[in-house]
Each structure stands twice: as structure tokens, then as C-alpha cells.
């Protein structure tokens, strides 16, 4: 199976901070990385698809790069209800595994 | 609106069964693979098993092979994890998600599909 691996596993931000959380994939996924918000309590909600194509309805501070291997999500200008945690997700190979998530927290 | 509703958690016993069910409305149901993702207590997101649009193709997880059975019905909108066997593990909330597709085609002449995960159901709970 191919394992995900974010880091850092939770992070402490301010409102208006620049935020970035990596994930890094066991072996090559090409482009088939999905990045998904869960608030708690909530199910899991799409943010980005195919490393950087934005869902429709989430907002342009998000943002997703990357390739084969090693990705990134970055949140410019984090707002107050940014504050949740996010998973990384590997579509490229079944069992599609997700990375252990990232909490972002108010600091 | 575009809607899966989950149903059939419950408590049950180690070594007991469940089953759950995937109610989709509001979209072309047989358009689209379907999956479970489970989640334990406190902990992350856990791919479960995936069915394909005619119910031909499924996928599963390591843990739950051989215990855990997905099947849809087109006429119901619906999909289902028959779930036996049932460990102390496998208490978590179970969600129901569609798999959307998005077609590529690249410069090195490879093609498929990006596959994603655009709705969720609340899920339901499963305590074993």
C-alpha cells in the first residue's frame, strides 16, 4: 500500500498567517492527490483535486502544488473558520490512503 | 440537492454483523464508483472499499478483506457494506462518499482518470 505522510501533525496559526502542510507519498502518485478539511463533528469536505484544481466553492487561499512524491497545501491569509484539520489522500492506487492529518489550531 | 444519507450503525457484539446503506439522491447514481471511509474514535480518515458503476469491480481495504462485502443496488440508489466478522477495530463512523472522475490526458501520452471524493454523508456509527 502506498503511505501518506504529513507533517506537521498540527501546527498553531494566527488569523491572517501563511500556513503550509506537506505530504509526502511512499512512491510515485504522478498528479492523484486530494486534500480534504474536516471540522469537528463534520464529515470531510473536498478542497483540492488532482494536486491544484480547486473545488468549486472553496475559496482561491487555498492552494495545492506539487508532484510524484511530495506535495503541498498552503492557506494564505488564514481565516477563523479555516481552523480544522486536513488530510492529505493518494487516489493513484487502491487502497486510495489518506495521510494521518494536519490539526491547525488557533495559536 | 445532491444528497447520501447513511444508515444501519448500530452496537453490536465482536463477531457480529452489520449492514449499511448508502441512500444517493439528486444525481445519476450508476454514473459514478462509490466508497466507504471510516473513521475511529479521535483518529484520522481510513479508506475502507470502493464499487465501481455496474458493481463488477470492488476494492478493499487489507483489514477488512474477507469480512467486509460492498455491493450497490441501481434500482435503490443505493450502496451497502455488508460488514461480518466485526472486531473492536472496526468501531469508527462510517461514511458514504461519491467518487467523481476527472479525465487527463498528458504530454508523455499517458490518460486515465483523478479520482476524488466531491460528497460525503454524515455517516453513521458503528461500535462494536
Known amino acids: 500500500d502506498i503511505q501518506m505522510t504529513q507533517s506537521p501533525s498540527s501546527l498553531s496559526a494566527s488569523v491572517g498567517d501563511r500556513v503550509t502542510i506537506t505530504c509526502r507519498a511512499s512512491?510515485?502518485?504522478?498528479?492523484?492527490l486530494n486534500w480534504y478539511q474536516q471540522k469537528p463533528g463534520r464529515a470531510p469536505n473536498l478542497l483540492i483535486y488532482?494536486?491544484?484544481s480547486l473545488q468549486s466553492g472553496v475559496p482561491s487561499r487555498f492552494s495545492g502544488t506539487g508532484s510524484g512524491t511530495y506535495f503541498t497545501l498552503t492557506i494564505t491569509s488564514l481565516q477563523p473558520e479555516d481552523f480544522a484539520i486536513y488530510y492529505c489522500?493518494?487516489?493513484?492506487?487502491?487502497?486510495?490512503?489518506f495521510g494521518q492529518g494536519t490539526r491547525v489550531e488557533v495559536k | 440537492e445532491v444528497q447520501l444519507v447513511e444508515s444501519g450503525g448500530g452496537l453490536v457484539q465482536p463477531g457480529g454483523s452489520l449492514r449499511l446503506s448508502c441512500a444517493a439522491s439528486?444525481?445519476?447514481?450508476?454514473?459514478?464508483?462509490m466508497t466507504w471511509v471510516r473513521q475511529a474514535p479521535g483518529k484520522g480518515l481510513e479508506w475502507v472499499a470502493n464499487?465501481?458503476?455496474?458493481?463488477?469491480?470492488?476494492n478493499y481495504v487489507d483489514s477488512v478483506k474477507g469480512r467486509f462485502s460492498i455491493s450497490r443496488d441501481t434500482g435503490k440508489n443505493s450502496v451497502y457494506l455488508q460488514m461480518n466478522s466485526l472486531r473492536a477495530e472496526d468501531t469508527a463512523v462510517y461514511y458514504c462518499?461519491?467518487?467523481?472522475?476527472?479525465?487527463?490526458?498528458?504530454?508523455?501520452?499517458?490518460?486515465?482518470?483523478?479520482?476524488?471524493?466531491?460528497?460525503w454523508g454524515k455517516g453513521t456509527t458503528v461500535t462494536v
Open positions: 512512491q510515485s502518485i504522478n498528479s492523484h
Open positions: 488532482s494536486v491544484s
Open positions: 489522500q493518494q487516489s493513484y492506487l487502491t487502497p486510495r490512503t
Open positions: 462518499a461519491r467518487d467523481l472522475g476527472s479525465f487527463y490526458y498528458d504530454t508523455s501520452g499517458e490518460n486515465g482518470y483523478y479520482y476524488y471524493m466531491d460528497v
Open positions: 439528486e444525481f445519476t447514481f450508476s454514473n459514478h464508483w
Open positions: 464499487i465501481n458503476q455496474d458493481g463488477s469491480e470492488k
